[in-house]
C-alpha cells in the first residue's frame, strides 16, 4: 500500500499559482496511476487531473484544463499539480490518490489517498 504526503498548499490571490508535491512511498510509485482531486466545503469530492504510470494518458476535469499541469518524477516519487491562473473557486481541500492500473477520473476508482492540502484562493 502506498502512502501519500501532500503539500504546497496555502493561500493565494486571484490570479496567482501554486505547485501541489505528493509524495509518496512504502511502495514502487511507478507502479501506480495518480490522480489529483479537491473538495470544497459543503460540495463533494471532485477530479481535478490524472496521469497513468509513465505519463502516457493524462486527464483534466474542464474546470482546470488550461490553467492545471499534473506531471509526476517517478524517480523522486513526486506527484505534482501546477495550478496557474487559480480563480476563487478553486478553493478546496487537494487530494492526491494512487491505484494500480488505467488512470480514471473516478474516485471511487482509488484506493490510496493523502490526508490533503487547502489550497484557498482570495478575490
Known amino acids: 500500500q502506498v502512502e501519500l504526503v501532500e503539500s504546497g498548499g496555502g493561500l493565494v490571490q486571484a490570479g496567482g499559482s501554486l505547485r501541489l508535491s505528493c509524495a509518496a512511498s512504502?511502495?514502487?510509485?511507478?507502479?501506480?496511476?495518480m490522480g489529483w482531486f479537491r473538495q470544497a466545503p459543503g460540495k463533494e469530492r471532485e477530479f481535478a487531473a490524472a496521469m497513468s504510470q509513465r505519463g502516457g494518458s493524462i486527464y483534466y476535469a474542464d474546470s482546470v484544463k488550461g490553467r492545471f499541469t499534473i506531471s509526476r518524477d517517478n524517480a523522486k516519487n513526486i506527484l505534482y499539480l501546477q495550478m496557474n491562473s487559480l480563480k476563487p473557486e478553486d478553493t478546496a481541500v487537494y487530494y492526491c490518490a494512487a491505484r494500480r492500473g488505467a488512470a480514471t477520473i473516478s474516485s471511487l476508482d482509488f484506493g490510496s489517498w493523502g490526508q490533503g492540502t487547502q489550497v484557498t484562493v482570495s478575490s
Open positions: 512504502g511502495s514502487t510509485f511507478s507502479l501506480y496511476s
